[in-house]
């Protein structure tokens, strides 16, 4: 998002999903797959799957799956950008719409065309002459508010960015760098959209000055300095706002025990952007029949199924259910910021050192 999500993580999206890749192969792969009967999936730490989901896959395709992950999305991108050359793996998931233009302005990706891409909702399609990358998941960027703390103090929790800026707020907010995280950089991106070239600056300054503080990437924002997690409590986080995923508090729901009734994090829905993640065939695969193989996976039904309880992000594929649990807990925002990718690719990069220049220093 995960979108994962992470993602939602993540997703891209959500809480860090560990044991769940163990049917996935080793996540400790070399350069490239070594063999034909193996395909290395490239991906950010918020990658999940069911087990009898991938089993199923490796049984049908004969292919065996083994997973590397790479950091956070914005890591992981940057690092397979690097090793194009002699690629770790075959296929690279992970690549979301703030940073889409980079993968391919440096030729990351190769083109192929999934069987079952055709069913992949319109909105959500992207270089669609070339089919370098295929859409595998959304999710959107947004702020999440820990319940308790704001009812303990008769306290209303932020719904806008607006809201965000109040003293009430002063010194609440937590968020993850927008040079190297991919929320981070989705709710710079949410910002700009918000409130345009000339006037996100001002905003982030008044952000500033209510004290919002920067963390590296999301597992540190939300399990460490978010007071509202599960890892938020044990490590004593104190910041009840964080910039997470509109799917993060199912995520909290479904890995409680015993599961609550409602989730105790929310989502300020005036605050999210609208984030798509892509997958698609490295330049330099070895295994580019393994790869293709694994992308028609990524788009069928089942994996676009599978995917909203383990890395908590919504499907692309317009025939795809989601979980009723999912769905309850964790609707997607109904009015999120978006931004045409390629204002997103004219102005990223001076955006991200305006921000670091403003934020940062």
């Not at 690549?95 to 065309?113: C, H, I, K, M, W």
């Not at 105790?264 to 798509?276: I, L």
Request: glycine content about 10%; overall charge negative.
């Amino acid at each position: 998002m995960s979108i994962n999500a992470q993602r939602l993580t993540a997703a891209v999206v959500g809480l860090s999903l560990a044991g769940t890749l163990a049917a996935c192969g080793s996540s400790d792969a070399g350069q490239g797959s070594g063999d034909s009967k193996t395909v290395t999936l490239v991906s950010h730490d918020s990658w999940a799957a069911s087990k009898e989901v991938v089993a199923a896959f490796e049984k049908e395709s004969g292919y065996k799956v083994r997973v590397l992950e790479d950091g956070d999305a914005g890591q992981a991108v940057n690092k397979a950008i690097l090793t194009k050359d002699n690629p770790q793996g075959d296929v690279f998931f992970g690549v979301d719409n703030t940073l889409l233009s980079r993968a391919l302005d440096n030729g990351l990706f190769q083109p192929y065309e999934p069987k079952g891409s055709d069913r992949v909702k319109a909105e959500y399609r992207a270089d669609q002459d070339k089919h370098r990358v295929t859409p595998v998941d959304t999710g959107d960027v947004c702020v999440n508010y820990d319940k308790k703390y704001f009812a303990d103090r008769k306290l209303q929790p932020p719904r806008t960015l607006d809201d965000l800026t109040d003293p009430r707020y002063k010194d609440l907010l937590v968020t993850e760098n927008a040079s190297s995280s991919s929320p981070g950089l989705g709710f710079l991106l949410g910002t700009a959209a918000k409130y345009g070239d000339q006037g996100w600056e001002g905003y982030w300054k008044k952000l500033k000055a209510n004290g919002v503080k920067v963390v590296d990437g999301w597992e540190q924002a939300y399990n460490e300095e978010f007071s509202g997690s599960a890892g938020g409590k044990k490590a004593k986080g104190d910041r009840p706002l964080v910039v997470s995923y509109a799917s993060s508090p199912p995520a909290e729901v479904v890995f409680a025990d015993p599961r609550p009734d409602t989730a105790p994090t929310g989502v300020a829905e005036g605050t999210c952007f609208r984030q798509v993640e892509y997958a698609g065939l490295l330049s330099n695969a070895r295994n580019t029949e393994g790869g293709k193989a694994l992308l028609d996976f990524l788009v069928g039904k089942r994996f676009q199924e599978d995917m909203p309880l383990n890395m908590f992000v919504y499907p692309v594929r317009e025939d795809a259910q989601v979980p009723p649990e999912f769905a309850k807990f964790g609707p997607q925002a109904k009015d999120p910021q978006t931004m045409d990718p390629a204002k997103i690719a004219e102005h990223r990069d001076q955006w991200v050192k305006s921000w670091t220049s403003l934020v940062l220093k």
